[in-house]
């Protein structure tokens, strides 16, 4: 426990557990469009923004954040035709990220370790001016993603209906794919572009098997986003191992408990239900 | 007269230029209740997307409540039923939470629901007989529950038009009576309504004109027609299945 009185162990753990709470606020939204994995591909997008950064000397994160978005929003456009070609384009655009970020990052001054730092995250070397960032960007995700639930909820359920309900659908897809770009960016400094879909996907597939509606599966999301940020970081501090990793294998076993339990509690009760005289249907016809 | 609350003016709809509505004429006024009727594939359910700006016009016009569709901002005055639920990412959610969806054109995004969303919500589930499903995921409900639903999302926003794609296919017979019910209520209460059917079983009596869609255009537009033939016995069944009526791709939700 004496780990978390030096400074960096408490940016580290702070900006792990904003980030817990922030990606699954987002994910939501992004799982219930099934569109689960573009957070992966705008971390893709992303690692060119840390490379340009890297090599003008910029802070990686802000160029991140810009370029992340640049891509989302192409990405969303891209979507928003519906074009069969669309997933062509799409890993066009990832692969293009992810070759670019390294290409870049090899043409600056940085080391391997700088750009391991973004693929696979680096929560100790977080500084008090990227903890910041973190916190702000981080804060108004948070109320966006909370206050904006209803319309977004809408939107992501039925495009249509949202549409002919006279929403601004655009205005709002447009906010999930700036948003997008937003979580990615910071999530980058805890979990890597290579680990980021993880936070914002696996707390809310596990929240949705023990959920009813939507915004209980957001609130308990958000809570085990929270909690395996949390124990992630302890855990990784205790037993020296990447906390970007460990957090994201506690939310994946967090899921495997619940869907285990999920699964044994079913099994019971369908026991118990069995267990009363079995009720003879009514023939369906009467035989002379 | 007062200004009629749809007119179509010699509409033409295509898909990847295959044509599918050419010159298709139709107006609505204020009380009225008309049933777009015609085979699977004969355009009628284009014809109400197009109505509602969901499929573009490639000729032709369309007016809502007076004001091209291109400029008309008063969508709280519309409820829309779609032919079904959309399946999702498996998020659940409430039956609650998606009739309460029905408010957002009335109150906007911005505003937190209050207590007149609330009542408008209860009032919406009372009338489709769903009030003690509220908190229920939709998921869990039988397919003539869920179309409920729908009709419910659209009578939370307290329009003045109910568009309807295909209301009561495949829907239970418990199910079609409380539909009926709900669709009589807002009639009686002074509401227009433009739905497309198969065939329109407890609907029928509501029904005060049929336009008959055919080969992309109107082949009848007045009385509601008899059914003929093995279409015509009480207990026919008209249900297909359906097949999506454009391509689907990963990335279209």
Redo the contacts between chains.
Sequence with gaps: MELFQYPYMQRALIGALVIGLAAPALGIYLVQRRLALIGDGVGHVALTGVGAGLLLNRSPVLVAVVVATLGAVAVELVRARGRTSGDLALALLFYGGIAGGVTLVGLSDATSANLNAYLFGSLTTISPQDLTTILVLGAALLVTMLALRPALFAVCHDEEYARVAGLPVRALNMLLAVGTAVTVTIAMRAVGVLLISALMVVPVATAQQVTRGFRGTMTVAMALGLFAAGSGVWVAANADTAPGASVVLLAIALFLVVAVAGAGWRAVRRRRTKAGPPVAEPPEVVLR | MSTPVITVTHAAVGYDGRPVLRDVSLTVTAGEVVAVLGANGSGKSTLIRAV???VPLHAGSVSLFGAPLGRF????R?G?V?QR??A???????V???V???R??RRG??R??GRADRAAVDAALAAVGLADRA???VATLSGGQQQRTLIA?ALA?EPELL?LDEPTAGVDAASQEAFAGALRDFVDGGGTVLLVAHELGPLRPLISRAVVVHHGGIAHDGAVPEPAGHHAEPDHDHVHPHGPDE?V?????
């Excluded at chain 2, 901002?73 to 709280?76: A, K, P």
């Design positions: 509602l700006g969901l901002r008063q969508w709280q519309i829309y779609p639920l959309g999702g990412g498996g998020v659940p959610a409430t609650r939470e998606v309460a969806s029905g957002l054109a995004v911005l937190p629901p908190g229920d995921p999302r926003g568009v391509p791709g990963l990335w279209s939700s």
